[in-house]
């Protein structure tokens, strides 16, 4: 997690600020949403089982590469380098932006600590000083162990292919929104589909080869697909997108289905909508690691738990967003 995590946990805990706004791509809210909440838990370990949202909001400025959360809130990116760009972002989150009670995502993964792919996290998101070194304490706002992460996630999480393209744009000095395209492409050549477990609800729904599950609280990832199309912010639900064994041949069709929105009708996916949790795990035949992302960042591995956390961010849109019109509707 970056000092956007750090930064988030410090204006809660220490600034009792009562409005947080990012400035980023989907990677930068989720790191600010992270220090967001771990920070409310700090203040009130109670705060994510009372059933009404978080005391501090949350404003995005959509500034960066990929932006797929926006595709869900609505709202334009815009040019951080314009004349008085910070003046009139907060004059017109002041006075034209409209609240909405936002779910988000929790997952629970379990981590890598090989050190070959990803680091071991261990809540670096909390500023030392507020971190207990006592391992008797399960304080409210570290949740990590010694084998497990948790993630919060505004927009998606997914499995399978999509860490491997990640991790090649990641480390790559081409342009991410060029590289997203030709990685997705090119990964179709070199990735391994994993054979996996999925359990929705207590129901398992999939057990066989899959070349990628995404779990959505939005309907966009990966740069202008939707894998999730009808997911929303406001729904207290997830929905979940399976990809079966996607071969070569069915490259081409099966991401024209993922720009279109129109993957709940490709015969070689599963759509699966109004969803509390997902529990997946690799098969007991499959012998490869299979990792997994949060809103563009790869934090961990399977076996790895889901759930909806509803209504619990007061989250700043736009007025022309389709979220506000749902909740505008919901609350009548």
Same mark, same amino acid.
Request: hydrophobic letters at 35%; aromatic letters at 8%.
């Given at each position: 997690?970056?000092?956007?995590?750090?930064?988030?946990?410090?204006?809660?805990?220490?600034?009792?600020?009562?409005?947080?706004?990012?400035?980023?791509?989907?990677? =930068?809210?989720?790191?600010?949403?992270?220090?967001?909440?771990?920070?409310?838990?700090?203040?009130?370990?109670?705060?994510?089982?009372?059933?009404?949202?978080?005391?501090?909001?949350?404003?995005?400025?959509?500034?960066?590469?990929?932006?797929?959360?926006?595709?869900?809130?609505?709202?334009?990116?815009?040019?951080?380098?314009?004349?008085?760009?910070?003046?009139?972002?907060?004059?017109?989150?002041?006075?034209?932006?409209?609240?909405?009670?936002?779910?988000?995502?929790?997952?629970?993964?379990?981590?890598?600590?090989?050190?070959?792919?990803?680091?071991?996290?261990?809540?670096?998101?909390?500023?030392?000083?507020?971190?207990?070194?006592?391992? =008797?304490?399960?304080?409210?706002?570290?949740?990590?162990?010694?084998?497990?992460?948790?993630?919060?996630?505004?927009?998606?999480?997914?499995?399978?292919?999509?860490? =491997?393209?990640?991790?090649?744009?990641?480390?790559?000095?081409?342009?991410?929104?060029?590289?997203?395209?030709?990685?997705?492409?090119?990964?179709?050549?070199?990735?391994?589909?994993?054979?996996?477990?999925?359990?929705?609800?207590?129901?398992?729904?999939?057990?066989?080869?899959?070349?990628?599950?995404?779990?959505?609280?939005?309907?966009?990832?990966?740069?202008?697909?939707?894998?999730?199309?009808?997911?929303?912010?406001? =729904?207290?639900?997830?929905?979940?997108?399976?990809?079966?064994?996607?071969?070569?041949?069915?490259?081409?069709?099966?991401?024209?289905?993922?720009?279109?929105?129109?993957?709940?009708?490709?015969?070689?996916?599963?759509?699966?909508?109004?969803?509390?949790?997902?529990?997946?795990?690799?098969?007991?035949?499959?012998?490869?690691?299979?990792?997994?992302?949060?809103?563009?960042?790869?934090?961990?591995?399977?076996?790895?738990?889901?759930?909806?956390?509803?209504?619990?961010?007061?989250?700043?849109?736009?007025?022309?967003?389709?979220?506000?019109?749902?909740?505008?509707?919901?609350?009548?």
């Amino acid at each position: 997690m970056g000092d956007g995590s750090r930064c988030a946990f410090e204006l809660v805990v220490e600034d009792k600020c009562d409005l947080i706004i990012t400035l980023g791509g989907d990677g =930068s809210t989720q790191n600010t949403l992270n220090g967001l909440v771990r920070g409310c838990l700090y203040l009130d370990p109670q705060a994510l089982a009372k059933g009404a949202p978080l005391p501090v909001g949350l404003a995005v400025i959509p500034t960066g590469s990929g932006n797929d959360l926006q595709k869900t809130i609505g709202g334009e990116p815009v040019d951080v380098y314009s004349e008085a760009f910070f003046e009139r972002t907060v004059k017109t989150i002041a006075e034209s932006g409209k609240v909405v009670y936002a779910d988000i995502g929790k997952v629970e993964y379990t981590k890598d600590n090989t050190g070959i792919i990803l680091p071991a996290l261990n809540d670096e998101h909390i500023p030392k000083q507020y971190l207990s070194n006592d391992s =008797s304490k399960k304080l409210a706002y570290q949740f990590d162990s010694e084998n497990t992460g948790v993630r919060f996630f505004m927009n998606e999480s997914s499995f399978g292919i999509s860490t =491997s393209v990640l991790n090649a744009v990641n480390n790559s000095t081409i342009s991410k929104e060029i590289n997203y395209n030709v990685q997705t492409l090119w990964k179709q050549l070199t990735f391994v589909n994993p054979s996996i477990d999925v359990e929705v609800d207590g129901e398992t729904v999939y057990s066989g080869i899959s070349q990628l599950v995404c779990v959505g609280n939005g309907k966009a990832f990966g740069n202008g697909m939707y894998p999730n199309p009808n997911a929303t912010i406001t =729904s207290e639900n997830l929905s979940v997108c399976i990809l079966h064994n996607i071969r070569l041949w069915n490259v081409f069709s099966v991401v024209y289905s993922l720009k279109a929105g129109t993957i709940g009708s490709y015969a070689l996916a599963s759509l699966l909508e109004g969803k509390k949790s997902l529990k997946a795990k690799r098969s007991e035949s499959e012998t490869q690691d299979v990792y997994l992302e949060c809103d563009g960042e790869v934090v961990g591995k399977l076996p790895a738990q889901y759930d909806v956390v509803p209504a619990i961010i007061k989250m700043i849109v736009p007025e022309s967003s389709p979220e506000y019109e749902l909740h505008s509707k919901k609350n009548l």
